[in-house]
């Protein structure tokens, strides 16, 4: 289910955007009339993406860059311009993820997952900067519950998503007298993507384990993000910047879920005062 959010004649750019919970974005913008252009690495992607976005009939174009690599950034962005003008929403939502303990991580390991999800959230934020629509632009970052919560196995991810929340907040601090409004996305567990797939598995009873944390008790759906997505972009949020929003049904909320039986046990072994 989507909100209804006219975005016609408007420019909006995803990064990352040919798969996913950035692919829904993008989706969800196509359908609410906008010109919509696509970036990512891979070519496959990006002509899947850009078929399954042109049947919305606006305007679309697929671009291949690798956000780590400042000059493709620039490259894109100038394509993508050249073709639909300014940009009025900007998504940065590229990022990479595994599992590995800190002690067994290589440091190129470490290194990839940060390069992507931060210092190309800051390629994209610098080489958009020029391009952006002034007054009235909105930069949305995609950002993880890890950004807060500190989660074993997920040391690059960690330290990337915090940097991106505090990019988020700076941003929306300097750029935000220019009529310029910068916030972040925090998904919770997504159904179906790649996200979930690498981080809790695909077993019934591994997803079913991922649901009993969230209070909503489902996982989220891709409209879920793009509807807050879509919001963020309107005139609605006209005052919300530099926000770091979560939307994961409460599941941030406890790191630990307590159990009565638990607490119960935990009570009686307490020494009676
Ligand atoms: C340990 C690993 C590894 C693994 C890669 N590496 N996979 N180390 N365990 N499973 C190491 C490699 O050995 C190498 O180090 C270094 O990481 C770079 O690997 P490459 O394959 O050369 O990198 P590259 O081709 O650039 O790919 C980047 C990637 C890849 C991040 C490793 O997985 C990717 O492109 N991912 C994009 C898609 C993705 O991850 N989507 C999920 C996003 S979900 P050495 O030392 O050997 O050279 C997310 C949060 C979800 O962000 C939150 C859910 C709640
Ligand atoms: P996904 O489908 O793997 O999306 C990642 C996208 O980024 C892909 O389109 C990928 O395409 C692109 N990408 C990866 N590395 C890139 C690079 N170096 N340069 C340019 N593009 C690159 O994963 P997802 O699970 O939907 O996650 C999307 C976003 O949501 C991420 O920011 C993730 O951290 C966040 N998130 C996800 C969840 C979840 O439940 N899935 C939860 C919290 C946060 P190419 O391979 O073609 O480059």
């Given at each position: 289910?989507?909100?209804?959010?006219?975005f016609d004649?408007?420019h909006?750019?995803?990064?990352?955007?040919?798969?996913?919970?950035?692919?829904?974005?993008?989706?969800a913008?196509a359908?609410?009339?906008?010109?919509?252009?696509?970036?990512?690495?891979?070519?496959?992607n990006?002509?899947?993406?850009?078929?399954?976005?042109?049947?919305?009939?606006?305007?679309?174009?697929?671009?291949?860059a690798?956000?780590r690599?400042?000059?493709?950034?620039g490259?894109?962005?100038?394509?993508?311009v050249?073709?639909f003008?300014?940009?009025?929403?900007?998504?940065?939502?590229?990022?990479?993820?595994?599992?590995?303990e800190?002690?067994?991580?290589s440091?190129?390991?470490?290194?990839?997952?940060?390069?992507?999800?931060l210092?190309g959230?800051?390629?994209?934020?610098?080489q958009a900067?020029?391009h952006?629509?002034?007054?009235?632009?909105?930069?949305?970052?995609?950002?993880?519950?890890?950004s807060?919560?500190?989660m074993?196995?997920?040391?690059?991810?960690?330290?990337?998503k915090a940097?991106?929340?505090?990019?988020t907040?700076?941003?929306?601090?300097?750029?935000g007298?220019?009529?310029?409004r910068?916030?972040?996305?925090?998904?919770?567990?997504?159904?179906?993507?790649?996200g979930?797939?690498?981080l809790?598995?695909?077993?019934d009873?591994?997803?079913?384990q991922?649901?009993?944390?969230v209070p909503?008790?489902?996982?989220?759906?891709?409209?879920?993000?793009?509807?807050?997505?879509?919001?963020?972009?309107?005139?609605?949020a006209?005052?919300?910047?530099?926000?770091?929003i979560?939307?994961?049904?409460?599941?941030?909320?406890?790191?630990?879920?307590p159990?009565?039986e638990?607490?119960?046990?935990?009570?009686?072994a307490?020494?009676?005062?």
């Amino acid at each position: 289910m989507r909100i209804d959010l006219r975005f016609d004649q408007q420019h909006v750019l995803v990064f990352g955007g040919t798969t996913g919970i950035n692919f829904g974005i993008a989706e969800a913008f196509a359908v609410q009339g906008a010109s919509v252009t696509v970036v990512s690495r891979k070519p496959e992607n990006v002509a899947k993406a850009v078929e399954r976005l042109s049947v919305h009939g606006h305007g679309v174009a697929g671009f291949c860059a690798d956000v780590r690599s400042f000059e493709s950034v620039g490259t894109a962005l100038d394509s993508a311009v050249e073709r639909f003008g300014p940009l009025d929403v900007l998504v940065s939502g590229a990022a990479g993820n595994f599992f590995c303990e800190a002690k067994d991580m290589s440091a190129n390991g470490f290194r990839a997952v940060v390069d992507i999800d931060l210092v190309g959230t800051f390629n994209v934020a610098r080489q958009a900067y020029a391009h952006l629509r002034k007054p009235g632009a909105a930069f949305i970052n995609i950002t993880a519950p890890q950004s807060s919560i500190a989660m074993r196995f997920q040391a690059h991810a960690c330290a990337a998503k915090a940097g991106v929340d505090q990019l988020t907040r700076v941003l929306a601090l300097e750029w935000g007298g220019e009529g310029i409004r910068v916030n972040a996305i925090s998904p919770g567990p997504i159904d179906g993507t790649e996200g979930v797939k690498r981080l809790m598995g695909q077993t019934d009873e591994a997803l079913a384990q991922a649901v009993g944390r969230v209070p909503l008790q489902r996982m989220g759906t891709l409209d879920d993000i793009a509807n807050l997505a879509l919001f963020l972009a309107s005139p609605y949020a006209g005052y919300l910047s530099g926000a770091v929003i979560p939307c994961d049904g409460g599941g941030a909320l406890e790191s630990v879920k307590p159990t009565l039986e638990a607490a119960g046990r935990a009570a009686a072994a307490a020494p009676q005062l």
